[in-house]
């Protein structure tokens, strides 16, 4: 019996989430190193969601196993909105294991966003897509949505600037992103923990 399993590519979030925990403080060895092997694991996944035609991600994949073991966008998912979580990941993943094969990953999205995303003129912007694996690597018009989501300009293309800033760019250890990527600074006692500076 096959047994079908789905994932949505807003569960992408969770590779960087896993990579980030190993940074706790009194976490054991052999703990840090689980955690991170879980992380590059479910972000091999990720990733491989983006193997489609146009280079981007559907919303939603099916997993299916038995003897013929495949992955595929689900039949009403496969649009792409330009969601960050998986280069959030890829961001996280390069800032603490430095494996060019997060910032190969951006590059390649990057680079796919541009061609099959990217509106024609001076004034246009960027637009969903309604069938990441229809036509050709270059996406017509008739594939394109109406639609351009905040997040796509406030968190995709952020992780993908800071994917290539040097570390010193908001680093891990003194900044916190927030579910809508907007930094915060790490305060060793802030004011409201009751705790006093040493």
């Given at each position: ?63 299916k196993s038995g003897r013929n ?9 496969k649009f792409s909105l330009l ?17 060019q094969l997060y910032r190969d ?94």
């Open positions: 019996q096959d047994t079908l399993r789905r994932m949505e590519h807003l569960a992408c979030f969770a590779p960087g989430m896993l990579a980030l925990a190993t940074l706790a403080k009194g976490t054991q060895l052999h703990t840090r190193e689980k955690q991170m092997k879980a992380a590059e694991s479910l972000m091999e996944t990720c990733m491989t969601m983006y193997a489609t035609t146009s280079g981007l991600a559907a919303e939603m994949y099916e997993f073991a495949e992955m595929k966008a689900t039949t009403n998912h969601r960050p979580e998986t280069v959030e990941s890829a961001f996280i993943l390069w800032r603490l294991t430095k494996k990953f951006g590059w390649r999205l990057f680079q796919a966003i541009e061609r099959s995303s990217k509106l024609d003129g001076k004034d246009a912007g960027y637009s969903a897509i309604q069938d990441v694996n229809t036509g050709t690597s270059t996406v017509s018009s008739s594939n394109r949505l109406d639609r351009m989501d905040s997040f796509f300009m406030a968190e995709t293309l952020k992780y993908l600037y800071l994917l290539f800033c040097p570390d010193s760019v908001l680093p891990l250890d003194k900044y916190v992103f927030n579910t809508e990527a907007h930094p915060f600074p790490v305060l060793e006692h802030p004011p409201y923990s009751g705790l006093s500076p040493q």
